[in-house]
């Protein structure tokens, strides 16, 4: 019997605590719908697994904030990505994907390569859609009717906000909450924070906002274009939600990054053919 490759215990993901049957409902449309919420009177096995799950891995730690950095590196075609720690390791390979009909168009893999597990994916129903519909598990297309669905929706045109939520339990209650969150593009001197190297006048940099105490817990800065190799980093600062909201956080970003890059790269085609 052939043995079953494992990602690092440091990014390991229990999948079968990342989605609820209950919570999601098979839909005809080409995207999932956005997961319900649970009513506080509802209850079921796989509920009772994800509200563990919740209580073991996204409680904030009583310890000061956190200030971790990854870098996210360009693969050789230029289309994928990896995250690496400090030291270089790759922790996370992101796939990125517009040639393949019916495949997620962002898959983030626990490892680094492509082959390794999938722990989430990002879909979005054309290039110019305002929101973006994220999951949590393996990505399968047999499996997509049983993941916990979320959803990314952009509001404030002028000035965009990419809003999302996530349940975390309340360390003061004890009780599951609903928190949001919203990635928000900066520029300028609130980018140029970031370290040296940044493009501070990207359209891909962006920080995260919890929107109930106004905290920036992460941001996503990207590289000046002289860098061939390096995208950008993305940092988490504050709280420490835990292993899920992290993955739930990139997942969300780089659903945003790919989704600019792609734009980027459609209207400079049309410029090119004189559209």
Not at 116 to 122: E, H, S, W
Request: glycine residues 8%.
């Amino acid at each position: 019997m052939a043995t079953q490759v494992q990602p690092p215990a440091y990014n390991s993901v229990d999948e079968k605590y990342l989605y609820d049957p209950s919570r999601y409902e098979r839909s005809q449309s080409p995207l999932p719908p956005a997961t319900p919420r649970r009513g506080s009177n509802e209850s079921s096995p796989a509920v009772s697994e994800y509200d563990e799950k919740v209580k073991n891995e996204l409680v904030p730690t009583a310890s000061s904030p956190t200030l971790k950095s990854y870098g996210v590196m360009h693969t050789k075609s230029h289309i994928n990505m990896r995250v690496q720690d400090s030291s270089g390791r790759t922790l996370y390979y992101v796939d990125n994907s517009f040639f393949t009909p019916g495949k997620p168009d962002v898959t983030l893999c626990a490892g680094s390569e492509k082959t390794d597990p999938v722990i989430g994916v990002v879909r979005w129903s054309n290039l110019y859609s305002k929101h973006l519909k994220v999951g949590l598990g393996s990505g399968k297309a047999e499996d997509e009717k049983n993941m916990v669905w979320e959803e990314v929706r952009t509001e404030h045109m002028r000035h965009p906000e990419h809003k999302w939520s996530i349940d975390l339990m309340n360390p003061n209650t004890g009780a599951t909450e609903r928190k949001t969150f919203a990635w928000k593009r900066i520029h300028g001197d609130e980018a140029a924070a970031e370290g040296d190297g940044v493009n501070t006048m990207s359209f891909k940099n962006f920080k995260c906002v919890d929107l109930a105490t106004g905290q920036t817990v992460a941001v996503f800065a990207s590289n000046r274009y002289k860098s061939w190799n390096k995208l950008g980093k993305i940092t988490f600062k504050g709280e420490n939600y835990g292993q899920t909201w992290e993955v739930m956080a990139m997942l969300t970003v780089f659903g945003l990054v790919e989704m600019s890059r792609r734009r980027g790269r459609h209207r400079r085609s049309g410029a090119a053919h004189g559209e």
